[in-house]
């Protein structure tokens, strides 16, 4: 156990793997036309599972960066670390669920409030977990002593930040299904986008 | 082969790809409702789905933990191993169907006497298959020689814990089957805690 | 996060897990016979099946290659990349729902001309990824400094080529959908054997 | 492209992937019974499917194992290694079909013949594999000079026996499907064993 406790290596690498399964199993969800003679027409009428499909897809791609970030900073991993990372994959794991009622409840045009508070919910967990082992390595002392403290700061104000804006999509969403989609969607790109002063500069 | 002979690492490989697939498997056994108009009330009936998956998926992620434990201390394997972990690996990626009879049994409140046995049964073999694979390597002298011999009766004892705890789960499952499950569920904090003395102090 | 950028290992590992999964669910596309009293018979009319399975495995594993072949050459990736990347591996998940559609079409007879766009673009769209993705390595000057300038134009225009081969694919086949198919049939063997002149020779 | 040959072990990450893979989707195969309330008569019912999960899932194991003995003594690998690899985990990532096959007419007592011949002729076409890829090795001067030709000829010599017992199963399987499975399943222990001399004596 104590060699368990020395790196994150093999955490991340189960961890990458539930990522990719979960990521890859989404498409499952999407069901063929029964009938082809209309094809175009039908697949036409999937466009909820497309859009389904490609919001988690780059949601849970970008939950993959954030956790490289956060495991990229780790000395070793204790048994705390191990328990909620696990409970984090668990969250990540069950998205194609959450996805598949998304587009399903679009598509019915039915039950879209509960959808997307499920939805949402799913996401703002995991938000709320990476919060949770973040501030349990900063209280631990399991990050590397060779990062600055500003960077430590800013990276626990990107996962705040995670929580309040999915929360702001679940209220919202509760209210207007749709506009709540459109508050989760605005998150990716605004992720994606380095923070002005953030991070160190691009190595040469 | 004598190169398969020499070091874990291949087969942890192959062992950390099924248990994170078995694991992310898991939420494919959740079924959507097919009524969208009253989806709320749907997704409470869900229950037991919700479930089977956190059980399966932490007891999943506790095994994980200790393939860890296992073969972290092994300096080679021979071909007993490689056969007996396809075998453990065989069992647990069996966990999804074990785990939808377990809500399916909760669901249609019937059957869940079989259901239980059948769960349990299914991590007790997972149990027998660690206790089997531990006494074959120290029998066989796979263990690293730098192990301390406390270090190594206190993993059988934990291993043995499994068993009995998990053949307990099953025995009182079969009469009062709620029960069975909530003792099986127990397992889960007992064993993420630490045993005292067992392991050395935390690292750095 | 500065670390992220430094090198391509995960990015390729998750990838190659993105790749592996997506290879292996097209199996899950083909379901057996209702009747075994005519087996023979009824798996002699899966053949569309069969097909789409053989052409969707070959086609990902040629891409995994081109893949590789691409994220060799890189000496950091930076966000645009990662998302890039992620928007690939987005579209290469969705195959298997491709060939789905595609052995659907053949097998009911009805829809192939939709199908046959739907498949190709799906291909189509990742071969423009791999060209926007090399693009943006020679422009941001992430490619290694040991990589002479006739491999990045060589490659380029193999990525080029690619674009241009399944473009007549998809155009041929909305109009004559099983050429269509064969065009883009055709693409693999041209894209196993080496082109003349491109790649240096065998190693030792 | 000249870097994607020197080394195997990219390929060997990507193939334990497809096989970790194939070998935990086969539990997707095995349906739990629709009545709950004769839950323990339903699952005796399944026998089948357990027999054919427990097959598979060893079957693969093994081919994992032999894969690994193949590309250990590799140095590097070619385009035709790379095409012959492909094409050798296209054929596994299809066993879970022909499993769900066999699953199914042993169910329905009908069409066993036709299963038999099937599963066996995956099997066999993945020992063909084998002997392709490992005379092409051998002839391209792709082998590890270390690797002395004793090693050589008695792992061709494995291979070559895999090819002749499956085959000698399917042929027994046309005519007597159950003791075409037995055969074939006899095959395992056959395999698991050492072969007298074969390999080097167990390091120390």
């Not at 409030?113 to 967990?125: D, E, F, K, M, Q």
């Amino acid at each position: 156990m104590a060699r368990l406790e020395r790196g994150p290596g093999r955490l991340v690498a189960f961890s990458d793997g539930v990522f990719a399964i979960a990521v890859t199993l989404l498409v499952l969800e999407i069901q063929p036309p029964e009938d082809f003679t209309h094809l175009a027409r039908g697949l036409g009428e999937l466009w909820p599972s497309y859009l389904g499909y490609a919001l988690s897809f780059l949601l849970i791609g970008q939950v993959w960066v954030n956790h490289h970030v956060m495991f990229d900073h780790i000395r070793h991993v204790d048994r705390e670390v191990l328990f909620l990372n696990t409970v984090l994959l668990m969250v990540i794991a069950f998205l194609p669920f959450s996805t598949s009622l998304l587009a399903g409840a679009l598509r019915a045009d039915a039950g879209l409030r509960t959808a997307v508070v499920v939805y949402g919910s799913t996401l703002w967990t995991a938000a709320l977990l990476f919060n949770i082992i973040w501030a349990h390595l900063r209280r631990a002392g399991l990050l590397e002593a060779s990062l600055d403290v500003r960077a430590v700061r800013s990276i626990g104000h990107r996962f705040a930040l995670a929580l309040l804006w999915i929360g702001s999509g679940i209220v919202v969403g509760a209210f207007v299904p749709v506009a709540g989609v459109v508050i989760i969607a605005a998150f990716l790109p605004a992720y994606y986008l380095p923070i002005r002063g953030e991070y160190g500069s691009d190595p040469g």
